[in-house]
């Protein structure tokens, strides 16, 4: 059965049958425990003792320097931004809090119960940041915590679980309701929203949520009424409502699975609360057209211009992207793309989305992994996942999504159409020469696999690659004396503008090394621009088709 996030708090007793479960410690140096932004899969106590880095956790924003430490909640947005003279130094401590699931279901004495466990929340009456006094103590705990994963001990289990209770007891406080502030009013109400969003599909009463804050049920369900302007169970109502419109896009997907996967047992009653919520029934929200839709990868922007539909929001790169230049004037808002997507890219993008409204948001993993909820709360989200797919699935999934099966299969047909008569002229053109596809990007020297032009190259038109990667390796990084065994007998290259790549550049041309090499000997070296050949998606590959032939001096388009 699958788990979700719930809560292990109830009635007031806050550490009954609860089970810390220690995941990993990691020492920082170059605060290389965090990317950029992400959101928390476990609990994670922070514990700085050097350098500096500003931190956001969820919606507050703070100064890690020596001697402060944060108890950092799953599902917790963190971002952050270290100083690159004194970066963040530390210890990090993940672990996750476990309840058994037999004790929730209360079940009955003298049945059979198979002892399963589910995360939760702990709860403590400190919130993000842990009081200065605790800092030396908590320290050392966690110091030999690390060092007990790192030294091989026939106790390792047991001196774990010693050292991980040790820390909790200092970390954790009680929470106490007359003492809670404004402040810890909000850090507690924050903890429900995050349960809600998690944990939507169980059981969620107003009870348990009051109970996870800490606070009566009828204190509780003010506090929440004057934050949020309804009630608890009309947001878990809201929250289930929503990931039902997401379920209800997704073809193949009945509404009697979707009922039940967003915490209704009665299909019907599930039917009566979508149609007060949405205005519509499911069935009928099922069969409406998006017509404003917004492409938060890349790619995805490719598949709905080879189906003659113009999104409503894309990622954009002026410079880089022309190959997709007769659309731009045609898209309303563009949103930035650029190698190094940092938080502020990211920020400014969510606004334009939000001042968009779309209907619809298209995205893949990797942008779900860091801004999955904050999308949902803008319009119903559908995650197409970029590295386990082919482009032909994306492509296929999207035109489902859309309404338009039939008008991707007729656009596949005449794809393959034109792959034919293009493979016929490069056998006349280049024989069973060996093609290679390197890229010098951000300084870095890479060779491609059958993804992204390869899927063209290789894939659709049978090129030989001078080097097959291993199954699903979009590409791997080369050192300088591996070219010589790696670029084949001709070499496709694409260097980037960035000056780490120019500079890569201009001192690999006047090696020896490169001299030497056969497509350079034989005058077999392409220039390419970055697009199309970096575009997964069909609308790119049909102009790959076109610039292959171009390359290797055949006819430029073939029109099937």
Not at 86 to 114: C, E, R, W
Not at 135 to 144: K, L, N, V, Y
Not at 352 to 380: F, G, V, W
């Amino acid at each position: 059965m699958t788990l979700q996030v719930f809560p292990l708090i109830s009635n007031g007793d806050h550490t009954r049958n609860l089970y810390a479960r220690f995941k990993t410690s990691e020492v920082l140096d170059q605060a290389s425990f965090l990317t950029p932004f992400v959101l928390a899969d476990s609990h994670l106590l922070l514990i700085c003792t050097g350098g500096e880095a500003d931190i956001r956790i969820g919606h507050r924003q703070n100064h890690a320097t020596i001697g402060k430490m944060y108890l950092i909640l799953p599902g917790t947005a963190i971002e952050y931004t270290t100083d690159e003279v004194h970066p963040l130094q530390g210890i990090a401590i993940y672990f996750d809090m476990l309840k058994p699931l037999s004790d929730i279901n209360k079940a009955t004495s003298g049945s059979t119960v198979m002892e399963v466990y589910q995360k939760g929340l702990l709860r403590s009456a400190y919130a993000d940041e842990l009081p200065h006094e605790l800092f030396q103590e908590c320290t050392r705990i966690a110091s030999q915590l690390h060092e007990c994963i790192s030294v091989p001990q026939e106790n390792r289990p047991f001196r774990i679980q010693t050292l991980m209770h040790e820390l909790l007891t200092h970390v954790y406080a009680p929470p106490k309701e007359s003492a809670i502030g404004d402040s810890e009013h909000t850090s507690a109400l924050d903890q429900t929203l995050e349960l809600i969003e998690l944990g939507y599909a169980e059981h969620l009463s107003r009870e348990v949520l009051a109970g996870v804050a800490g606070m009566s049920v009828w204190h509780y369900s003010r506090v929440f009424k004057n934050s949020t302007g309804i009630s608890p169970m009309e947001y878990v109502n809201s929250i289930r409502m929503d990931r039902a419109k997401e379920m209800l896009l997704v073809p193949g997907q009945t509404i009697k699975h979707i009922a039940s996967q967003v915490g209704f047992q009665d299909e019907f009653y599930f039917s009566r609360k979508f149609k007060k919520y949405v205005g519509v029934s499911p069935s009928t929200y099922q069969r409406q057209k998006r017509s404003k839709i917004a492409a938060l990868s890349f790619g995805t922007t490719g598949h709905l211009l080879a189906l003659q539909i113009i999104p409503h929001a894309a990622l954009i790169d002026n410079r880089r992207d022309q190959h997709r230049n007769l659309f731009f004037s045609n898209i309303p808002y563009h949103l930035g793309r650029s190698k190094r997507m940092n938080p502020h890219i990211w920020q400014t993008n969510v606004e334009l989305l939000m001042q968009a409204s779309p209907d619809l948001i298209l995205c893949n993993e990797y942008e779900a992994h860091t801004l999955k909820r904050t999308l949902q709360r803008i319009a119903p989200t559908i995650v197409i996942p970029w590295k386990g797919l082919s482009w032909r699935e994306h492509f296929i999934q999207v035109a489902s999504i859309v309404g338009q099966q039939q008008d991707a299969q007729q656009w596949l047909e005449q794809y393959d159409d034109k792959v034919i008569q293009a493979k016929e002229q490069l056998t006349h053109l280049i024989g069973k020469d060996t093609v290679s596809i390197i890229h010098i990007m951000m300084g870095h020297l890479l060779i491609y696999g059958r993804r992204n032009g390869g899927a063209v190259l290789y894939n659709d038109l049978g090129v030989s690659p001078s080097h097959d990667l291993l199954p699903g390796q979009v590409y791997r990084a080369l050192d300088e004396q591996e070219l010589p065994q790696m670029v084949g007998d001709r070499m496709l290259l694409i260097v980037d503008q960035d000056s780490e790549s120019q500079q890569r550049w201009h001192k690999l041309q006047h090696t020896q090394l490169w001299q030497d090499l056969m497509p350079v000997q034989n005058q077999h070296v392409y220039l390419l621009d970055e697009m199309p050949w970096l575009d997964y998606s069909p609308y790119a590959h049909d102009q790959i088709i076109d610039e292959t032939l171009k390359l290797f001096g055949g006819t430029q388009h073939i029109n099937p």
